[in-house]
Structure formats: C-alpha cells, structure tokens
C-alpha cells in the first residue's frame, strides 16, 4: 500500500509553518495547515493564494495552547481527511521582557502556545500512529531554548522543554515505527524576527558567522529531511539551523 501520507502543521500558514507545507507538499504529502481561530479570514486568503500557486493546503483551526480545542481539531481531522502521518509542531509566540518585567499573563501565555501546544496536539496523534506503525513528529525549538536569551526567559524555557519532551516521547514511541526530533532554528525572517527593533536584529546578525538570517525554506528542507520515509534511524535529535550561531 502506497497511500498518501498526511501531514499536520501546526502555525502553518505563518512564516516558517507556510515554508514547511510547501516543502512537506513538495514530498508528496497531503498537507493540513493549523491556523489560530481567530485567523480565518487571513487563512482563507492564504489557502486561496497557495491554491493559484499549484498548492492544495487544507486549514483547520485550532488554539494549540488549549487541550480540548486540539483534542477536537484532530476528531475533525480523522473525520474529513484521515488520520496524521506526520506532525509538525510549529505554532508560537514570543512576549518578551526581562525576568523582572515579566508578568505571569506573559509567562503562562508563552509556555501554553510553545510548549504546552507540543503536549496538547501530539496527545492526540499517538495511537494511530502507533497503529499505523508510522510516524514523524518534528517540535521547532530554537537557539534560544539552547543557549538561553536576555529577555526570553519564557521562551528559553518552553523551547528547551520541547528539547526534554521531544528525547522523552522519542524513547516511548521509537518501537512503533515513529521517530521524534526537533529542530532549532537561529534567527529566521519571518514576521516574528520583524517585530525586533532593527538595531536589536544588526546585532544579532553581528553574531551569526554566516552574517545573515536563514530564510524560511532552510528550516523546511531540514524538517522535510527528518519527515522522509527514507529517514527511519534518527530519533530523539535534535538539529541546529542556526548559521553557525551555536555550537554543541
Ligand atoms: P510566525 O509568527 O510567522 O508563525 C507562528 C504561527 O503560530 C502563526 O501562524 C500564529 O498564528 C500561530 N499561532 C500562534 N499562537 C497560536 C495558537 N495559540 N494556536 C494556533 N496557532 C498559533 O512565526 P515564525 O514562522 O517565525 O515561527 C514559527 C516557529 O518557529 C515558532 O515556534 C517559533 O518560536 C520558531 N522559531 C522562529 C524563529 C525565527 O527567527 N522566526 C527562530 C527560532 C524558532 P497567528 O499569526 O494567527 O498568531
């Protein structure tokens, strides 16, 4: 049987997430796209968009930080489309301040989307990828949850958790045919990396021996890496697509 596999990206049609379906799409797969709810009509114009270009993207809404919203997005997903072959959990959110500006409002907002989300949505794909005996699950960390970053102790925290989550559920699954890995991506230019104040991103790029962002598409090509049938031995890692920002 040669089925066509399906695949979940969660914050899909954001910066990196829309990259990642398209690189997904481009190997052969049956791409879902999860998008906020409050999003839909940005979604709707993005799926349109992808459609005038040959891509054929489903949407779903999901609040990935919350376990019930996941819970039924992928009740839905089943229903409609089939069960999720492949996982990518993408979706997040920075709120940035240092430690002792932060509120709890940022703290728990930060860990529920970037972590908790991890949680909330691979719960629910487990059992029919253990059934099926295939799966791929790939979390996007960062540098940050590596290295720790002044004014991100939220989302230092919740990356390097996804990095603890990812090597934990990578020994539970690995006998049933699913690997699980993550990927760290340096600074990328996307809508999240506009938002930094342009002297703040210089002096990032200063520090990145390539001297430049990567673009969305570089971060893709390694999670399609990771998503290929052909990559059956490799779980638990995690890899760094930081220019060589970062090195362990
Ligand atoms: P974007 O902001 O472009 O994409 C993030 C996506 O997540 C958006 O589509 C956003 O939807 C969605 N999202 C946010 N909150 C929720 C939620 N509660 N439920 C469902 N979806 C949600 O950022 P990037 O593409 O840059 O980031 C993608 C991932 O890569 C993130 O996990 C980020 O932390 C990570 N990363 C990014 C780096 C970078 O330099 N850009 C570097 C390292 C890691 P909406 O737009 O509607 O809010």
Redesign the pocket.
Known sequence: MNQQKIALV?????????AICIALADQGRKVIA??????KE?ADAWQRKHRDNGYEFEIVA?????FESSQQMLHDVVETIGSVDILV??????RDKTLRRMTPQQWDSVL???LD?AFNVTRHVVDSMSENGFGRIVN?????GQKGQFGQAN?SAA?AGLHGFTKAVAQELAAKGITVNSV??????????DAIPEEVRDSIIQQVPMGR??S?AE?AYVVSFLTDDRNTYMTGANLPVNGGMYMT
């Open positions: 969660t914050g899909g049609t954001g910066g990196i997430g829309t999860g998008y906020f709810p409050p999003e940005i999901c609040d990935v930080s919350d959990n993408c979706a997040g959110i920075t529920r989307t970037n989300s996007i960390s960062s540098v940050n989302y990356k760290s991506p340096g600074y990328v230019k996307t809508e999240m990396t962002m990567a969305p971060i």
